[in-house]
C-alpha cells in the first residue's frame, strides 16, 4: 500500500523535455563515434578500432532509444492522469446535486 | 627604520594600471615600429642589406606589479669590416636625429666590435656587432644586433596571465617599401 | 699472398613504424569529447531518476526504480572511453618518439652503408700493399662490423617497442569494445596498469621509493600507467619529469575539453569557472614554453607541465611549468613566486622562466639549462598591498616544507645524475625558501633572494643547508618590500612583529649581494621596483643567470646595507647609476 498519489501537472512535459534532450546528446555522440578519425592508427590497429566504435555506436543508440522511451511514456503518464482526472471530475458532476 | 618610516613608504604607492592596457601597448609598439623602419632604411644607406627586425613581446615586472613591454630586435648581415659598417650606420643615424649616449663609456670595447647607444626623443636605440655566445655556440660573428626599446616601456597589466592575450603584437617589421 | 678482408654484409631498410600521430591524436580528441558527452548524459539520467518531481505513488517509484537503473549503469561508461581516449594519445606520442628513432636509425644505414662502399672501393683497389695498409683495411673492416651489430641491435630493439606500441593501442580497443567492459569501473584499464599500480607506494613513503618503483617498470607497464592513472602520477614526487609531464598534459587536455564543452552548452558551474580559468592560464602557458626559441639563435628547449593541481587551495591552484628538461639538464632552477601570484598568472611566469633561461645561457659554460616556475603553496593574498598588513609568516613556514619536498622529489629523479640546482625566491617566496633551507635542509646547491621582505627563521646566510658562501641577495634600493625586513640593530620583535626576518642584503646576514638596479627605478621605495628583478637586459636577470648556470663566483657584486648606531638604515646602492644591455653587467641576451 503507497502513500498515496501526488501528481504535478508540470511534470511529464519538464521529464519529456528533458529526456529528448538525453536522446540528443546520444545522437550526437553516435554522429561522433561513426565519424571518428581512423587514418592515423597502424594497419593492426584499423579492424580492433572499428569493432569498438561500432560497438560504442550500438550503446549510443541504446541509450538514445530508452531516452525516446523514457520521454514518450511520461509524455503518455501525464496524458493518462489528466484523463484520469477529467473523467473522475465528469462523474462527480453527473452525480447532481450535494452531498446527502 | 621606525614604524613611523614604514607608514611613510606606504603612502609611496605604486604606478596604476591602465583602464586599457593593450591600447597603451599598441600605442608603444607603433613608435618603436616606426622607429625599427627608420633604423632599415639607415641601415640600407650605410651599405648594410639583409636586415630582418622582429617585434617582440615581453613580460616586465613580476606579480604583484605585473606588466608588459614591447620592443624591436633587429639582425643585419654586415660582413667581415664590422667597424666600418658600425661607422657608416653611425653616419646614418646622426643624420636622422639619433644621438650618442655614453652608455658604454665603462666597457672594454674591441674596436674590431663597435657597440653603441643612441636616443631620440623617447625611443633607445642599442647598436651591437660580432653576435655572441649563447649556450657555447657563437651567434651572429658577421652581424649587428640593434634592439630599440622605449622610455616607460613597461606597460601594467591586471593580473591573471593578461600577456597571453597581447601575444598577438608580435611580428616580423617589414621595411617602408 | 692474397689475403681475405672481411666486410660485413648490407643491412636491410627497415619499415617505418606505421600510423600518423596527429591523426592519432585527433582520434584521441574525438573519444574525449564523446566521454565528456557520456559524462554529462549519465550525471543528467541521475538527476532525472530523482524523486524530486512532486511525484509520488506506485507509478513514481517504478519509474525512479527503473530510470536510477539506467543511470548507474551508464555511469562508469563516461570514464572508461576517456580512458581509451588517454591511451590513444599515449600511443601516439610514443609512436612519435618511435618514428624519430626510426629516422635516426635510416640514417645511421645510409651512413654505414656509404662507409662500407668507401671500404670495398679501397679494398678493391688495393693492389701490393704493406702490412700496415692491410693491418689498417682490416681494423676498418672490424669496425665497420661492430658497427653494423649496433645498429642491428637499435633495430631489433625499435621493433619490439613498435610492437609493444601497437599492441597496446589494439589492447585499449579490444578490452573496452563490449556493454559489459564500457560499464566496468576498469574499463579501458590494461591488463599491465591493473598490475603495476598495486606495487606503487604511497607518497609518505617517500620520493627515493616512488623512483625505485618506476625504474623496475618496463616501458609498456609505464606507458600503460600513465593512461589509466595520471591523476596519480602527475605529483607523484620521484617519478622523471618527462612521466608527470605526460600525465599532467593528458589531465590539462582532459580538463579543457570537459569544461570547454561544459561552457559551450551553458551547464558549466559557478565553482568549475575558476577551475576553467586555471586550466586556460595552464595552456597557454605550456604552449608560450614549448614554442619559445631564444632570441636571435635556434635553441628551442621545450616545456614541461611538472604539476597541475587546478582545485588547489580553495581555487588558487598549483602549478610548475619548466623551459628546458629537467630530467637531464646541467644546470636546473626553481623559481618561487610571492605574493599574489596564483595559477592563473603562471603565463607571467613562464615568461619569466624563459628569461631566466635565455640569461643563463647567455656567454654561459654551454651547460644545458631548465629553470622552473614553482608555485606549488598558497601565496598570500596581498594584504600588503590592500590594507597595509604584512602577511604572516604561517604560509611561509608550510610552502618552505613543500618546496624542500618537491626538491626532493626532483633530486630522487635523477639521483645517478644530479643536476646543479640554484632555488630562487622572490619577495615572500623567498621567506618561503628560507624556511625551506633553514628548516628541511633544502637540496639545493645555490640560493639567490630577490626583493626579500625577510628570511624568517634564519639569522645568517650560514643557517641555510646550502652554506654561507651559496647564498646570494639582490636587492633594489627603491624595493619597498625589501625595507621590511630587520638590518641588524632594528629587529623585528620590536615592532610587533612586522617584517619576516632579516633583510638578507644587509652586512650581519652575510649573503653576497648582487647588482640589481634598474634604470626605471622610482625616485623613493615603490612597489614597481619589488618587481623588476626578472627583467630583460638588468642587471637582476645578468646575475641570476650567472649564478643558475653555476658561476656564482662570477656575479657583480654589490656593496651591503647596513644599520649604524646613529641613524637610518643605508644602501650603498642607493646612489649608484643603474645600468641596462651593458654586456658583462646587464646584457642577457642577443638583441634580435
Known amino acids: 500500500m503507497t502513500d498515496g498519489v501526488t501528481y504535478n501537472p508540470v511534470m511529464p512535459g519538464e521529464l519529456d523535455r528533458r ?82 | ?117 643612441f636616443t631620440r626623443d623617447d625611443v633607445t636605440l642599442d647598436v651591437k656587432t660580432g653576435g655572441g655566445s649563447v649556450g657555447g655556440k657563437w651567434y651572429g660573428a658577421d652581424e ?15 593580473d591573471g596571465g593578461y600577456i597571453g592575450q597581447v601575444r598577438d603584437l608580435e611580428k616580423d617589421i617589414l621595411p617602408r617599401s | 699472398m692474397t689475403t681475405t678482408i672481411n666486410i660485413p654484409a648490407v643491412i636491410d631498410p627497415v619499415d617505418r613504424p606505421e600510423g600518423d600521430p596527429a591523426g592519432s591524436e585527433s582520434l584521441a580528441t574525438s573519444l574525449l569529447s564523446g566521454a565528456v558527452r557520456l559524462t554529462e548524459f549519465s550525471e543528467e539520467a541521475l538527476l532525472l531518476a530523482e524523486s524530486k518531481w512532486y511525484w509520488a505513488g506506485k507509478a513514481a517509484e517504478a519509474y525512479g526504480d527503473h530510470a536510477k537503473n539506467f543511470a548507474q549503469r551508464h555511469q562508469p561508461m563516461g570514464e572508461t572511453l576517456k580512458r581509451v581516449a588517454r591511451g590513444v594519445d599515449v600511443f601516439a606520442d610514443q609512436l612519435r618518439t618511435l618514428q624519430s628513432d626510426h629516422t635516426t636509425i635510416s640514417s645511421d644505414i645510409t651512413s654505414y652503408h656509404r662507409e662500407r662502399a668507401d671500404l670495398i672501393t679501397d679494398v678493391n683497389l688495393a693492389g701490393e700493399v704493406a702490412e700496415a695498409e692491410i693491418a689498417a683495411l682490416q681494423e676498418r673492416a672490424r669496425a665497420l662490423t661492430n658497427r653494423r651489430a649496433g645498429i642491428t ?48 607506494p604511497s607518497a609518505a613513503d617517500g620520493p627515493k621509493a616512488m623512483n625505485a618503483w618506476w625504474n623496475s617498470l618496463t616501458e609498456a607497464e609505464r606507458d600503460a600507467l600513465i593512461a589509466a592513472y595520471p591523476d596519480q602520477l602527475g605529483s607523484a614526487d620521484g617519478l622523471p619529469a618527462s612521466a608527470r609531464d605526460a600525465a599532467n598534459r593528458l589531465r590539462l587536455d582532459a580538463d579543457l575539453a570537459e569544461l570547454e564543452m561544459k561552457e559551450r552548452d551553458g551547464t558549466l558551474l559557478p565553482e568549475e569557472k575558476q577551475r576553467l580559468a586555471n586550466a586556460r592560464a595552464t595552456r597557454t602557458a605550456l604552449e608560450h614554453a614549448d614554442g619559445y626559441v631564444v632570441p636571435g639563435t635556434d635553441d628551442r628547449p621545450g616545456g614541461q607541465l611538472w604539476l597541475y593541481d587546478p582545485d588547489a587551495f580553495g581555487g588558487d591552484g598549483r602549478v610548475a611549468i619548466a623551459v628546458g628538461d629537467l630530467d637531464t639538464a646541467d644546470d636546473v632552477s626553481v623559481q618561487v613566486p610571492g605574493i599574489r601570484t596564483e595559477m592563473d598568472d603562471a603565463p607571467g611566469g613562464v615568461d619569466e622562466a624563459t628569461r631566466l633561461y635565455e640569461s643563463a645561457r647567455f656567454n654561459g659554460d654551454g651547460s644545458s639549462v631548465a ?56 619577495s615572500y617566496g623567498s621567506t618561503t625558501t628560507s624556511y625551506a633551507a633553514t628548516d628541511h635542509g633544502l637540496a639545493v646547491d645555490d640560493i639567490a633572494l630577490i626583493g626579500s621582505p625577510g628570511t624568517g627563521p634564519a639569522d645568517h646566510a650560514s643557517d641555510f643547508s646550502v652554506g654561507a658562501d651559496h647564498v646570494y641577495d639582490g636587492r633594489n634600493s627603491r624595493d619597498f618590500v625589501a625595507f621590511l625586513g630587520d638590518e641588524g640593530w632594528v629587529r623585528k620583535d620590536q615592532f610587533f612583529d612586522t617584517g ?84 658583462g653587467q646587464s646584457q642577457t641576451g642577443l638583441a634580435p
Not at chain 2, 649587428?144 to 591586471?158: A, E, F, N, S, Y
Open chain 1, 19 to 100: 529526456w529528448s534532450s538525453q536522446a540528443a546528446q546520444m545522437s550526437a555522440l553516435m554522429k561522433s563515434l561513426s565519424s571518428a578519425p581512423i587514418g592515423g592508427l597502424p594497419s593492426v590497429a584499423v579492424g580492433p578500432a572499428r569493432t569498438f566504435l561500432a560497438s560504442w555506436e550500438k550503446i549510443a543508440l541504446q541509450a538514445k532509444t530508452s531516452s525516446e522511451v523514457y520521454a514518450d511514456e511520461l509524455r503518455e503518464t501525464g496524458v493518462s492522469y489528466e484523463n484520469l482526472d477529467a473523467e473522475v471530475a465528469r462523474r462527480m458532476a453527473a452525480l447532481g446535486g450535494g452531498a446527502g
Open chain 2, 1 to 117: 627604520m621606525g614604524a613611523v618610516g614604514i607608514l611613510a613608504l606606504l603612502l609611496g604607492g605604486c604606478s596604476v594600471t591602465p583602464a586599457d592596457p593593450r591600447a597603451e601597448l599598441e600605442a608603444r609598439a607603433a613608435t618603436i615600429d616606426s622607429a625599427a623602419q627608420d633604423v632599415l632604411d639607415s641601415l640600407h644607406a650605410a651599405g648594410v642589406d639583409e636586415a630582418t627586425a622582429k617585434g617582440h613581446v615581453d613580460g616586465c615586472q613580476s606579480e604583484p606589479a605585473p606588466g608588459v613591454s614591447y620592443r624591436a630586435g633587429i639582425a643585419a648581415k654586415a660582413g667581415s669590416d664590422l667597424a666600418s659598417a658600425f661607422d657608416a650606420l653611425v653616419q646614418q643615424l646622426d643624420a636622422s636625429g639619433w644621438k650618442p649616449t655614453d652608455a658604454y663609456r665603462d666597457v672594454k670595447i674591441d674596436p674590431a666590435k663597435p657597440m653603441g647607444r
Open chain 2, 144 to 158: 649587428m644586433q640593434l634592439g630599440i626599446t622605449i622610455k616607460d616601456g613597461c606597460v601594467r597589466v591586471p
Open chain 3, 153 to 200: 641491435t637499435d633495430i631489433t630493439d625499435l621493433q619490439r617497442r613498435v610492437t609493444e606500441n601497437e599492441q597496446f593501442l589494439v589492447q585499449l580497443f579490444t578490452g573496452a569494445d563490449t556493454a559489459a567492459e564500457a560499464s566496468s569501473p576498469t574499463g579501458g584499464i590494461s591488463a599491465l596498469a591493473l598490475g603495476a599500480i598495486g606495487r606503487k
Open chain 3, 371 to 426: 629553470t622552473m616556475f614553482w608555485l606549488g603553496y598558497d601565496t598570500p593574498a596581498g594584504d600588503l598591498l590592500e590594507w597595509g598588513e604584512v602577511p604572516s609568516e604561517d604560509r611561509a613556514a608550510d610552502g618552505g616544507a613543500r618546496l624542500a619536498a618537491a626538491v626532493d622529489g626532483l633530486r630522487a629523479s635523477r639521483a645517478h645524475d644530479p643536476a646543479h640546482m640554484t632555488a630562487i625566491g622572490h
Open chain 3, 500 to 583: 619576516l626576518g632579516m633583510d638578507p642584503s644587509s652586512e650581519d646576514f652575510g649573503a653576497h649581494r648582487f647588482q640589481a638596479e634598474s634604470p626605471q627605478r622610482g625616485w623613493g621605495p615603490n612597489f614597481d621596483d619589488h618587481s623588476r628583478y626578472y627583467d630583460r637586459d638588468s642587471e637582476s636577470l645578468y646575475n641570476l643567470g650567472r649564478i643558475v648556470d653555476g658561476h656564482g663566483d662570477d656575479t657583480n657584486s654589490a656593496s651591503q646595507s647596513y644599520d649604524p648606531w646613529w641613524g637610518d638604515p643605508i644602501d650603498p646602492e642607493w646612489d649608484r647609476d643603474p645600468t641596462s644591455q651593458v654586456p
